[in-house]
């Protein structure tokens, strides 16, 4: 075995310098790690193609007119159930199995169960799509896939935490980096949630507030802490030197832990609830200034000072992408949990363009920022840095179209609503944006399709380079 302990004594690497050829592809060091990555990157740019074809659907609604499958209200949950089970969760899923095993100078448990819910995860999300396009939706939000696909997903996230959750337990490496805290955080409640939230039999105004109980959690406790467990992993190493402050860091772990939970109910302000439901949200949608502001922080002193490396690395680049969209996306809503903004702006686009900050901003650059990330340090692969430089400019032009054309939307239609006027009354006014949305989307989908191409030959058709050995590694000073 050899282990590779980085100059911070956070990051460690163990596993055979040359696998045995005897050991199954499933079996092999960092299997589970690839087959989740990469499936997260092809659902990444089939859930970005069907947001396009919505996009389209919203100013020229008879495009794909005819195809019962193909209709919005189909389209619209899978594009949905994909970007959350299928992109993100791939993909964030693939950079904790990669993470795991280095933060605790142990194998994973078992690479081949990594590797086998993998593929079980992608069929099933697979058939569950197809049950949704076939008119066998739920027609519930974030719920949409039916049985018994949605509880085959929680059985698996069973079994993911198992193996994650086993390999923490034997670790050599005694210390608990905060990356592993925010896994833990992630593995550990979402069967309880996700189990509420798809199963209950609730009703009316109950049945909204489990809802939404459900999906924040869904966003918050489970995308949003594996995506900072994955920037608190990359961004020291990208920049070669420890993160800023290890008790910040807590302080927004444990803070985002407490509050987080009890955002879902902002989304039903003004509904026939119970006061104490909306106070409780609205206060915890306000605290959560703490640990964006911890977030903040943290990630800001350990990048500052580091232009030189954000000029030339451009999977940094993606990271600090991904560190100022959250900060955005969880500021943003903070001020929209505020009732009088809630009660003007909530049902308009304005909500639309915050959520895809978080998700086309956080999530997008988050899993592209680990997978440069995974090619240039562990892979040892070099990608094409003009096709990179164009897929980080698509990206983020794209991005920033598609936020500012939804919120400009959302205020009109906001302002309209106040002063009297119908949802009708805004159509034609918003039709310009929802053209500007779908350019926008087109944009980012562009630049999806240079990055699979560029990671697709990367790993095809690598540069050779010499061959690691336990001499080569002494001879580099790298303890073995």
């Not at 993909?91 to 448990?109: C, D, I, K, S």
Request: with cysteine.
């Amino acid at each position: 075995m050899t282990s590779i302990q980085d100059r911070n004594n956070l990051v460690v690497i163990s596993k055979p310098v040359n696998p045995s050829p005897e050991l199954l592809p499933i079996d092999r060091p960092d299997s589970a790690a690839q087959i989740w990555l990469y499936s997260g990157i092809f659902w990444m740019s089939v859930t970005m193609l069907i947001g396009v074809v919505e996009a389209v659907k919203l100013f020229y609604p008879e495009f794909l007119q005819g195809v019962p499958a193909l209709a919005y209200g189909r389209l619209r949950p899978v594009h949905i159930n994909i970007g959350l089970f299928g992109f993100m969760s791939m993909g964030y899923l693939g950079a904790t199995f990669y993470m795991v095993p280095r933060l605790t100078q142990t194998p994973l448990f078992s690479e081949r169960l990594g590797s086998l819910t993998a593929w079980f995860w992608n069929f099933n999300l697979l058939a569950g799509c197809l049950g949704i396009m076939m008119g066998f939706s739920k027609g519930k939000e974030y719920t949409e896939i039916p049985f018994p696909f949605d509880m085959t997903i929680g059985i698996l996230v069973i079994a993911i935490a198992g193996n994650l959750f086993s390999t923490i337990t034997l670790r050599q490496e005694r210390r608990v980096y905060v990356s592993l805290w925010y896994i833990l955080l992630a593995i550990i409640p979402f069967p309880i949630y996700y189990t509420l939230g798809n199963a209950s039999k609730f009703s009316g105004i109950e049945d909204a507030i489990i809802n939404w109980f459900y999906s924040h959690n869904l966003f918050g406790i489970w995308l949003t802490t594996l995506g900072l467990a994955t920037l608190y992993y990359i961004v020291p190493k990208q920049v070669g030197k420890p993160l800023y402050s290890h008790t910040i860091s807590f302080v927004g772990f444990w803070t985002l832990a407490a509050f987080y939970p009890w955002n879902g109910g902002h989304h039903v302000i003004w509904g026939p609830v119970p006061m104490w439901v909306m106070t409780a949200s609205v206060t915890a949608s306000i605290a959560m200034f703490i640990p964006t502001c911890a977030t903040m922080i943290n990630f800001g002193g350990t990048a500052w000072g580091t232009w030189a490396i954000m000029k030339r690395d451009i999977g940094y680049r993606f990271s600090l992408l991904a560190y100022a969209c959250y900060v955005g996306a969880s500021l943003w809503g903070t001020v929209l949990a505020v009732m009088s903004l809630n009660a003007k702006l909530h049902f308009t686009n304005m909500t639309i363009a915050h959520v895809h900050l978080g998700f086309l901003g956080f999530g997008v650059p988050g899993v592209i920022a680990f997978t440069y990330f995974y090619l240039e340090r562990s892979l040892k692969l070099k990608y094409s840095r003009n096709l990179a430089e164009w897929h980080f400019w698509l990206t983020m032009i794209g991005i920033f179209g598609y936020v500012v054309s939804m919120g400009i939307s959302g205020w009109i239609e906001g302002s309209a609503w106040e002063a009297g006027g119908s949802p009708q009354s805004t159509m034609l006014d918003k039709y310009p944006y929802h053209v500007a949305r779908a350019i926008s989307g087109l944009i980012v989908l562009v630049g999806q399709f240079l990055f699979v191409g560029n990671v697709y030959k990367t790993v095809n058709y690598p540069i050779d380079l010499p061959a690691i050995t336990p001499d080569s590694l002494q001879k580099s000073g790298v303890k073995s």
